[in-house]
């Protein structure tokens, strides 16, 4: 790992001897592989071009999740959930595509998203001197702040000018080191082929996060530019025999976000203060939308997508908040912090360079706390949910951001990023008023719980109770209609501060404290902890060197494991469910749902062979955001698709482990028999698999 100051040997010396990675640990940068941890463990070394064509092959869906290419037309594989948004979007109450599934059987029957944008990560650029020479040590953290910030903004605006592809500056090891990312990206989505939801998410929520699992938990799309099939730099050959029992596999993916450089006082904030809040917060969600669905078919349809999400995160946050909840989690986590500060400490010229960091994240994190629930109300949008008062943020917010220099806005707001906030807007997925009420009016009367004296909460509810105040705002606001929203972005600031559209008015009413709030947050809590958690990981880079690597970032990396099966509560889980055990899991339950099989499925069971392998897990380090990743040998290639995790892995958040951890992955040759015997899908399977 790059190091930003060079010590002598005497002083690495004096460090503590790097502590050992566990197994199969580490979410690596493609820039920085693991090649000493394969070759120790696996006896492999994969060639520079071997990484090349699979960083090139993956594909990140920008509502939050990982795919891959896996044909030379484009073809794209990712998870059904993952795929979710835009099935729904796409399905109506006549044509429920959730429901039933899909399948394109020619080019022209592909469905375009209508508000899908993926990106292909091209090249990897290492712009930490850059960026940290903006930051004087003798800088207030809001100057500080400031000065990364058009830093940032300046170094991706001249990349788009430079190479045309979406560029993003990258913040890894919390603030030590800073890499730009360049991105193919590509706006026209199409839908080819998805299976009934009843077999994608088998067993529902009372399964998720466990195993045995028997999920086809897939869907294939087609990326598309100026009308035709994209022919991508690289794309995954298909191994229809699969991943076997012991081998090594290796996973390409975006996962989204991990704690565990976190200090013990940051782990005991999540613990004591902010997952408790999410999660209530995700509960109360929860709730009103199953009383929304329980009103009638046509109301569940709409909100099952926002549903299985909240379910699945509301399930995530508790299996993270008990691992927090472990005693032995944070004490182990405070012996490595306090060995590492000792021999900081013992040092003179090291306790003058990284001394201060943990006193500077304890003082961020109480900046943090005191505010904690108002930023997350006004900040984070918890207290105006729903897509319309988002639009109407995002357009004030726009024609504000705009009228300034490119070094002095929003990071949302940067040059390089406007292309994707134009397409956001002007998209236009369906809208549900009664759906949209809801949600507001659940938002609103939370705000009124948690912040109950702000008077700000008064305003906005203009003398109404937060129903009637969300009935009235969704069924008087115009932005439900595109062309309302275009008129507004091409009017620009004039026509945004002359609109009298009751959503921009309030977008208007709230956005100054709400630009205060995340202003104090920026330079107070977020600046002091990257330069609190820069000095950190420099003395953690020493200690460890190249066995250091980054908190996830939803950026793309390179994870891998064995495929290995595993005990839990006394009973030897095998590596691998098969089509055989699907039907007995059914027949358990009286194919009752969650665990009713579709139509399609029980007819097809006397053409399937029983013995093929369905889902397996393996001990790949993955978290949310790795949803979709492709599976690969080391041949590199595509022998699964991995989907979820069982529940001693949402621990992986703070820490890795893989006694009985294990990551969930659907079997390539499983999906070739379903293709084959359920859905006759020959043209899928000919792509996947003929000759090239």
Excluded at 151 to 165: D, H, M, R
Excluded at 348 to 363: M, S
Excluded at 455 to 484: C, F, W, Y
Excluded at 507 to 526: C, H, I, N, P, T
């Amino acid at each position: 790992m790059r190091k930003l100051i060079t010590l002598t040997i005497a002083i690495l010396a004096a460090l503590p001897a790097a502590l050992p990675l566990r197994a199969d640990e580490g979410m690596w940068l493609f820039n920085k592989p693991p090649l000493r941890q394969l070759q120790q463990r696996y006896d492999f070394t994969p060639s520079a071009a071997w990484l090349d064509k699979l960083q090139k092959a993956a594909v990140r869906f920008n509502n939050g999740g990982s795919a891959s290419f896996v044909s030379p037309d484009g073809l794209i594989i990712t998870n059904h959930h993952v795929g979710f948004d835009c099935i729904q979007k796409l399905s109506t109450a006549e044509r429920d595509l959730v429901a039933n599934g899909y399948r394109a059987r020619t080019r022209a029957d592909e469905l375009q998203c209508p508000d899908l944008e993926i990106n292909v990560l091209m090249s990897i650029e290492d712009v930490t001197s850059r960026v940290n020479a903006t930051a004087k040590p003798n800088m207030s953290s809001g100057d500080a702040e400031a000065a990364r910030r058009a830093a940032l903004n300046a170094i991706e605006s001249e990349s788009v000018q430079k190479t045309g592809l979406r560029s993003d500056v990258v913040t890894l090891y919390q603030g030590a080191q800073y890499h730009l990312y360049r991105y193919k990206q590509y706006t026209d989505v199409r839908l080819v082929f998805a299976p009934e939801e009843g077999i994608a998410f088998f067993g529902g929520d009372p399964d998720n996060f466990e195993y045995p699992r028997f999920n086809l938990d897939i869907s294939f799309f087609r990326a598309y530019e100026n009308g035709k099939p994209v022919k991508p730099d690289a794309y995954l050959t298909w191994n229809a025999t699969g991943a076997k029992e012991g081998e090594l596999v290796l996973v390409a993916g975006h996962p989204g976000g991990t704690d565990r450089i976190d200090t013990a006082t940051h782990l005991a904030f999540l613990r004591d203060v902010s997952y408790p809040w999410v999660l209530n917060y995700l509960r109360r969600q929860e709730l009103m939308l199953e009383l929304y669905s329980e009103r009638g078919t046509e109301n569940a349809r709409r909100a099952r997508d926002d549903l299985l999400s909240i379910e699945n995160s509301r399930k995530s946050y508790q299996g993270s908040l008990g691992a927090l909840q472990d005693p032995a989690l944070l004490a182990r986590k405070r012996a490595e912090e306090q060995k590492l500060r000792q021999a900081v400490t013992a040092n003179p010229e090291l306790r003058a360079q990284y001394g201060e960091g943990w006193d500077i994240i304890d003082k961020a994190i109480a900046k943090s706390r005191a505010i904690y629930v108002e930023r997350q109300m006004l900040v984070s949008g918890y207290a105006l949910a729903g897509d319309l008062f988002s639009k109407a943020r995002t357009l004030v917010r726009y024609a504000d951001e705009t009228q300034k220099p490119n070094e002095q806005r929003l990071r949302e707001f940067r040059e390089t990023n406007l292309e994707s906030v134009r397409f956001g807007l002007l998209a236009e997925p369906p809208f549900y008023a009664d759906l949209e009420t809801a949600k507001l009016a659940d938002a609103l009367s939370f705000w009124m719980e948690s912040t109950p004296n702000d008077p700000l909460i008064a305003q906005v509810l203009n003398g109404k109770s937060p129903r009637h105040r969300a009935v009235e705002l969704v069924q008087t606001t115009e932005l439900a209609d595109p062309r309302i929203r275009k008129e507004l972005l091409e009017g620009g600031k004039a026509k945004i501060d002359a609109s009298k559209d009751p959503m921009i008015v309030v977008a208007r009413l709230v956005d100054a404290r709400s630009r205060e709030l995340r202003g104090q947050y920026e330079s107070e809590v977020q600046e002091p902890l990257r330069q609190g958690y820069a000095k950190v990981a420099n003395a953690k880079f020493h200690a460890g060197g190249d066995d250091v690597y980054p908190d996830a970032t939803f950026t793309l990396r390179l994870a891998f494991g064995s495929v290995k099966g595993y005990t839990a509560d006394a009973r030897v889980q095998p590596w691998t469910t098969t089509f055989a055990g699907l039907y007995e899991r059914a027949g358990e339950h009286k194919n009752a749902a969650p665990w009713a099989l579709p139509k399609s499925w029980s007819d097809a069971k006397p053409k399937l062979s029983m013995t093929t392998p369905f889902n397996f897990v393996a001990t790949i380090d993955s978290v949310g955001g790795n949803s979709g990743s492709p599976v690969v040998n080391r041949a590199g290639e595509f022998v699964g698709i991995l989907f979820d995790g069982n529940l001693p892995t949402l621990g992986y958040s703070f820490a890795y482990q893989d006694v009985d951890a294990r990551s969930i992955a659907v079997h390539s040759a499983g999906i070739i028999e379903a293709l084959r015997n359920v859905y006759g899908a020959t043209e899928l399977i000919q792509e996947l698999t003929k000759t090239r």
